[in-house]
């Protein structure tokens, strides 16, 4: 299964991650429109990522979310209805959703962020 892994450890809360996944995926730099998270955690950072565990896809009615042949969850965004219970149910809160955007969004494994990241906290594998 094809998902981010993040070692905290190696973060030094740049931002750089979130920067490039909201600029890749919604034009902006904006921390609230991407599907990874630093969060300050004490005197460290913590990467906040969805791990593609699947849990959420047994709670979309509609079957927008849903796991490709990669493993990776993906939301088809014309059958989403909204609902947002993937958003509310994720035990991990992992999935996100922002006021100016029509369905939820979390990571999709692309790899980008880790491309990126300066300090090697972020790495894409299996």
């Known amino acids: ?18 920067e490039v996944c909201s600029k890749t995926y919604f034009k902006t730099v ?7 998270r630093i969060v300050k955690d ?6 906040d990522v969805c791990d593609q565990c699947g849990d ?4 979309c009615a509609p079957r927008a979310v849903a796991a490709a042949n990669n493993g990776v969850v993906r939301i088809t965004k014309d059958k989403c209805v909204g609902c947002l219970i993937c958003v509310a149910e994720c ?9 100016d955007e029509p369905v939820p969004f979390k990571c999709v494994a692309c790899g980008l962020c880790a491309k990126q990241c300066p300090s090697g906290a972020l790495v894409l594998g299996e």
């Open 30 to 36: 904006d921390k609230e429109r991407s599907a990874i």
């Open 42 to 47: 004490g005197d460290h950072f913590r990467i």
């Open 91 to 99: 035990h991990k809160g992992f999935m996100y959703y922002h006021d």
């Open 1 to 18: 299964m094809k998902k981010l892994i993040a070692d905290s450890a190696k973060c030094t809360g740049c931002g750089t991650c979130e």
């Open 56 to 59: 959420c896809t047994k709670m």
